[in-house]
């Protein structure tokens, strides 16, 4: 993210010294799509991260079902009948496969973490957890199966297990959960920009450098806004200066039926290659 940052303060610095023809603007574009390229890959194996996540939790909603078919009343007495073990054995089993599935899954998303571009140290550590879990409640589930072939042990005692492995689960899940809300939060420190509407005298009394934007600029003076979703802002002014540095093809100025503009975004990723920041002057 700070090498994207970085990249996009030069190429903003350098193009004001370069034409859209020079060598110089044409070298530093094509790095910064290929910057730009990157992040969009580091997006698309979030996403895919977050769906493989999702799987597992579904799996283990699944779980949580079959856990509940084997609770039983404590007040029951004596061993369980054939049915009743029967239903214990298919249960357990179901339970078996889930977390074998569950297992494969985490070994899935954790290759992609190491091979892919999009790095995540929490997400690396909850995957590293996650595995050892799965392994510790494999032999619990095999310890489980060698109770019901005992006919000294009563119900009471498969309780007690079954409600431990419930409640690891659950830990289980909010250890996911801390985990996608990671993941949440910086694909939306990716996609966060920048936008605000003012008159030369709020720019100046502002002390907003349009040159070193970035070292300027409190982020708290403008409006933030997820880049994917702006399409439009609403200028409300017959007066519209773009100041920031954006190319020319990626946004349209259109002037509304009240002699009023808006600013059409065309192409999000174009139009947000050279900062993250957009200032208007309306006066």
Same mark, same amino acid.
């Not at 005692?157 to 993941?183: C, F, G, H, P």
């Not at 936008?195 to 409190?218: C, F, G, P, Q």
């Given at each position: 993210?700070?090498?994207?940052?970085?990249?996009?303060?030069?190429?903003?610095?350098?193009?004001?010294?370069?034409?859209?023809?020079?060598?110089?603007?044409?070298?530093?574009?094509?790095?910064?799509?290929?910057?730009?390229?990157?992040?969009?890959?580091?997006?698309?194996?979030?996403?895919?991260?977050?769906?493989?996540?999702? /799987?597992?939790?579904?799996?283990?909603?699944?779980?949580?079902?079959?856990?509940?078919?084997?609770?039983?009343?404590?007040?029951? !007495?004596?061993?369980?009948? /054939?049915?009743?073990?029967?239903?214990?054995?298919?249960?357990?089993?179901?339970?078996?496969?889930?977390?074998?599935?569950?297992?494969?899954?985490?070994?899935?998303?954790?290759?992609?973490? /190491?091979?892919?571009?999009?790095?995540?140290?929490?997400?690396?550590? @909850?995957?590293?957890?996650? @595995?050892?879990?799965?392994?510790?409640?494999?032999?619990?589930?095999?310890?489980?199966?060698?109770?019901?072939?005992?006919?000294?042990?009563?119900?009471?005692?498969?309780?007690?297990?079954?409600?431990?492995?419930?409640?690891? @689960?659950?830990?289980? !899940?909010? !250890?996911?959960?801390?985990?996608?809300?990671?993941?949440?939060?910086?694909?939306?420190?990716?996609?966060?920009?920048?936008?605000?509407?003012?008159?030369?005298?709020?720019?100046?009394?502002?002390?907003?450098?349009?040159?070193?934007?970035?070292?300027?600029?409190?982020?708290?003076?403008?409006?933030?806004?997820?880049?994917?979703?702006?399409?439009?802002?609403?200028?409300?002014?017959?007066?519209?200066?773009?100041?920031?540095?954006?190319?020319?093809?990626?946004?349209?100025?259109?002037?509304?039926?009240?002699?009023?503009? @808006?600013?059409?975004?065309?192409?999000?990723?174009?139009?947000?290659?050279?900062?993250?920041?957009?200032?208007?002057?309306?006066?």
């Amino acid at each position: 993210m700070k090498k994207l940052l970085l990249a996009s303060a030069i190429f903003a610095i350098l193009f004001s010294s370069c034409g859209y023809e020079s060598k110089e603007f044409k070298a530093l574009k094509a790095k910064n799509d290929s910057i730009l390229a990157v992040q969009e890959q580091q997006i698309a194996e979030m996403n895919e991260y977050m769906a493989l996540v999702q /799987e597992i939790d579904n799996g283990f909603s699944a779980i949580k079902q079959s856990q509940d078919m084997l609770s039983i009343s404590s007040s029951y !007495e004596g061993q369980p009948n /054939e049915s009743l073990r029967t239903r214990f054995t298919n249960d357990l089993n179901t339970i078996n496969q889930i977390l074998a599935d569950n297992k494969s899954k985490i070994a899935d998303l954790e290759k992609k973490v /190491e091979s892919g571009k999009f790095q995540s140290s929490e997400l690396r550590r @909850t995957v590293n957890r996650l @595995t050892e879990t799965l392994n510790q409640k494999n032999q619990e589930l095999e310890a489980l199966s060698a109770v019901l072939a005992k006919k000294d042990i009563t119900i009471d005692s498969l309780v007690v297990e079954t409600q431990t492995l419930l409640r690891k @689960t659950a830990d289980l !899940e909010m !250890e996911k959960n801390v985990n996608l809300q990671e993941i949440a939060k910086q694909d939306a420190d990716l996609n966060r920009v920048y936008y605000k509407l003012a008159t030369r005298k709020e720019i100046k009394e502002s002390n907003i450098d349009v040159d070193k934007m970035k070292s300027t600029i409190r982020n708290g003076m403008f409006t933030a806004a997820d880049k994917r979703e702006l399409d439009a802002v609403e200028i409300n002014s017959k007066r519209a200066r773009v100041l920031t540095k954006h190319p020319v093809s990626s946004y349209e100025l259109r002037k509304k039926a009240d002699k009023t503009y @808006t600013l059409i975004i065309k192409n999000h990723t174009d139009f947000w290659s050279m900062s993250k920041y957009l200032l208007v002057r309306i006066d």
